[in-house]
């Protein structure tokens, strides 16, 4: 049984190639709304994914999270307590939050012109793998991933080069970072930055100050920054819906880079909280 989120409607729905979801509708109005695909991080389809899809149908949007592992038959509890890590190539990406985008392309209460993606930590980089290969996708948001190390690297989980795949994004990019992320690094800031840039590609990232990774997790109180997450939240709602607006037309393509960093910045030095 779904938890109860005032002002959504959720539960929990099965698709495609045996695709399982929590899906979440506004409790108010009947749309159309616009609509998010949600990823998940590292730890499958946990409280904090649920809390944030339900979040997406107060804010006026329906979100749904497929659980990546869906077809995945190794032991869940322990990828859930954050045990194990399971790497999900881009293959299986595409698969998830495809079958994702053609449930939200038929759902009834969706705006098939407003859907976008989203990722979180380790999917930060899902939803611009997904709009390589899916126009249809409106925007992208990236939340202190998608720009790490690991995400540039070859090998089984991802064949083709990640500039490749930027460079086929058709949709524009918020992306909200953290000073103190001891995974993602400025200069990897830097680094997707460049490569959007190189493309042509429209973008906005936001560098927070003194923000660990993590930090608009409210299920881990180490990291929990309930302030900064508000504020982060309301940006991307906001971007939401400048999008929806046409407030990035196809013709041209707009940077922009906010940052409060220290000067002495030390990626080294930064640690992982509880």
Same mark, same amino acid.
């Given at each position: 049984?779904?938890?109860?989120?005032?002002?959504?409607?959720?539960?929990?729905?099965?698709?495609?190639?045996?695709?399982?979801?929590?899906?979440?509708?506004?409790?108010?109005?009947?749309?159309?709304?616009?609509? $998010?695909?949600?990823?998940?991080?590292?730890?499958?389809?946990?409280?904090?994914?649920?809390?944030?899809?339900?979040?997406?149908? $107060?804010?006026?949007?329906?979100?749904?999270?497929?659980?990546?592992?869906?077809?995945?038959?190794?032991?869940?509890?322990?990828?859930?307590?954050?045990?194990?890590?399971?790497?999900?190539?881009?293959?299986?990406?595409?698969?998830?939050?495809?079958?994702?985008?053609?449930? /939200?392309?038929?759902?009834?209460?969706?705006?098939?012109?407003?859907?976008?993606?989203?990722?979180?930590?380790?999917?930060?980089?899902?939803?611009?793998?997904?709009?390589?290969?899916?126009?249809?996708?409106?925007?992208? $948001?990236?939340?202190?991933?998608?720009?790490?190390?690991?995400?540039?690297?070859?090998?089984?989980?991802?064949?083709?080069?990640?500039?490749?795949?930027?460079?086929?994004?058709?949709?524009?990019?918020?992306?909200?970072?953290?000073?103190?992320?001891?995974?993602?690094?400025?200069?990897?800031?830097?680094?997707?930055?460049?490569? /959007?840039?190189?493309?042509?590609?429209?973008?906005?990232?936001?560098?927070?100050?003194?923000?660990?990774?993590?930090?608009?997790?409210?299920?881990?109180?180490?990291?929990?920054?309930?302030?900064?997450?508000?504020?982060?939240?309301?940006?991307?709602?906001?971007?939401?819906?400048?999008?929806?607006?046409?407030?990035?037309?196809?013709?041209?393509?707009?940077?922009?880079?906010?940052?409060?960093?220290?000067?002495?910045?030390?990626?080294?030095?930064?640690?992982?909280?509880?």
């Amino acid at each position: 049984m779904a938890q109860s989120y005032p002002g959504a409607l959720t539960s929990y729905v099965t698709f495609g190639d045996r695709v399982d979801a929590f899906l979440a509708v506004p409790e108010q109005g009947s749309g159309p709304f616009g609509a $998010v695909i949600l990823g998940h991080e590292r730890y499958g389809l946990v409280q904090h994914t649920l809390d944030l899809t339900a979040k997406l149908a $107060v804010s006026g949007y329906v979100g749904i999270a497929p659980d990546m592992y869906s077809r995945w038959e190794g032991d869940k509890e322990a990828l859930n307590r954050g045990d194990i890590m399971v790497p999900i190539c881009d293959d299986d990406i595409r698969s998830y939050m495809g079958a994702s985008l053609d449930y /939200l392309l038929e759902h009834p209460q969706v705006d098939s012109q407003r859907i976008a993606a989203m990722g979180v930590c380790q999917s930060g980089e899902y939803p611009l793998v997904l709009n390589s290969a899916r126009s249809e996708i409106c925007a992208n $948001v990236v939340v202190y991933g998608g720009a790490q190390a690991a995400v540039w690297e070859l090998g089984q989980a991802r064949q083709e080069p990640y500039e490749d795949i930027i460079a086929r994004v058709t949709a524009p990019v918020v992306g909200i970072f953290g000073e103190d992320d001891f995974v993602v690094s400025v200069e990897d800031i830097r680094r997707l930055r460049g490569v /959007l840039e190189d493309h042509r590609k429209s973008y906005e990232f936001t560098l927070f100050p003194h923000m660990p990774h993590g930090w608009m997790n409210s299920t881990m109180p180490g990291r929990y920054r309930p302030e900064e997450s508000e504020k982060a939240w309301g940006m991307i709602v906001d971007f939401l819906e400048r999008v929806g607006c046409g407030a990035f037309p196809a013709d041209r393509s707009t940077w922009s880079f906010r940052s409060d960093i220290a000067p002495d910045y030390d990626f080294t030095k930064k640690v992982r909280l509880a």
